[in-house]
């Protein structure tokens, strides 16, 4: 039985892609977005129940937080994403793309609504608005999203190294966790494994599917994939993945907890290591628990301070993402509207 709405069956499908398909895979990702918030605030309850005072306690602190430190940590956040957002158009400018910077704004931004989705596959979507405001293939410019969550990636293996060397205690796990994560990205950044997988392992209709849309991938890929294009997201991704992180020691200035700033990023980098260890998507959880023991243990905080921090955080780090990306994703539906490119609408929800 043939999937339904799925990524995989999208993808396939990509040439055909009309809005029916597209809508179809918002409402996919909003589900599973829907059911990682539900786990999230799961967790929140959990961590103030069994902290000292119980959620009661719990809810004090996060009351008792100056907001205007609340504001500064996602000031911070979203500074980072200012910065990686001229990282994204360095990208398109690299591949000859040229959209209107609201149009390359919008798209971008819509990223973050997708970020608990697994392994971040959801941001394929933008891929899909670049390509209907753009009107270039859709493999052309599929790249643009995979190295962006590469660098991504770099920006904050960086950022865990100098971390780990600054408390070397903490470098043997940062090591393994930043191997686990280039490990996956093989594959979409070397066309000599691709082309090895194409020929020796793939077979049937998966291996001509491969072989369609991979020379097309690769072709506007290799344009991306080279030393100055990665020493130049550098420059973006580390400052990007610093603000993030100082968004906890924020928190806990706006607690009221004497902090210092290395070992606050220090608490983050290795919480968020842990996460990514668990392959949960978000971290959710994982993460949470650890920054939780990790504030007690390097802070002497009691657990009901910790779990307010850690609260406040994950809320400024992931949800405040979410719900910013949404709004953009909403506003990007503009573009799958058949009359701003001309094109009627057929019955079914097809476009010609």
């Not at 294009?229 to 907890?257: E, H, K, R, W």
């Amino acid at each position: 039985m043939k999937s339904r709405g799925s990524f995989w069956e999208l993808i396939q499908h990509q040439k055909k892609l009309d809005r029916k398909r597209y809508f179809r895979l918002i409402r996919t990702a909003r589900t599973f977005i829907a059911i990682m918030l539900s786990i999230s605030i799961a967790v929140f309850v959990g961590i103030a129940i069994f902290s000292s005072g119980g959620i009661s306690a719990v809810a004090a602190m996060v009351a008792s937080v100056d907001p205007l430190y609340v504001l500064a940590a996602m000031a911070a956040v979203f500074g980072g994403y200012l910065i990686s957002f001229f990282k994204w158009r360095y990208y398109l400018k690299t591949l000859g793309i040229d959209i209107p910077v609201s149009t390359n704004f919008s798209a971008y931004m819509s990223l973050y609504s997708m970020e608990l989705t697994p392994g971040r596959v959801g941001r394929v979507v933008a891929a899909y608005t670049l390509k209907r405001a753009s009107k270039k293939k859709f493999m052309g410019v599929l790249p643009i999203v995979s190295v962006d969550i590469f660098t991504d990636y770099l920006g904050f293996i960086a950022l865990s190294l100098i971390m780990g060397l600054l408390f070397i205690n903490y470098l043997p796990i940062i090591l393994l966790v930043d191997v686990l994560l280039l490990f996956p990205f093989l594959f979409i950044l070397s066309p000599w494994l691709f082309n090895a997988i194409k020929r020796h392992v793939l077979r049937g209709r998966f291996s001509e599917l491969l072989a369609t849309y991979g020379e097309e991938y690769f072709a506007a890929q290799t344009k991306l994939n080279n030393h100055r294009v990665y020493l130049v997201s550098m420059l973006f991704s580390l400052p990007s993945a610093f603000l993030n992180s100082v968004s906890l020691y924020l928190v806990l200035l706006g607690l009221g907890i004497k902090a210092t700033i290395l070992p606050a990023l220090l608490v983050f980098v290795v919480s968020t290591v842990v996460g990514i260890l668990s392959l949960v998507p978000g971290t959710i959880g994982t993460t949470d628990v650890t920054m939780l023991a990790l504030l007690v243990s390097t802070f002497g905080i009691s657990t009901a301070a910790a779990a307010a921090a850690t609260i406040l955080t994950r809320i400024a780090t992931i949800w405040f993402g979410v719900l910013l990306g949404t709004a953009f994703l909403f506003y990007t539906f503009r573009f799958w509207e058949p009359r701003r490119h001309g094109k009627k609408v057929k019955p079914g929800g097809a476009t010609k």
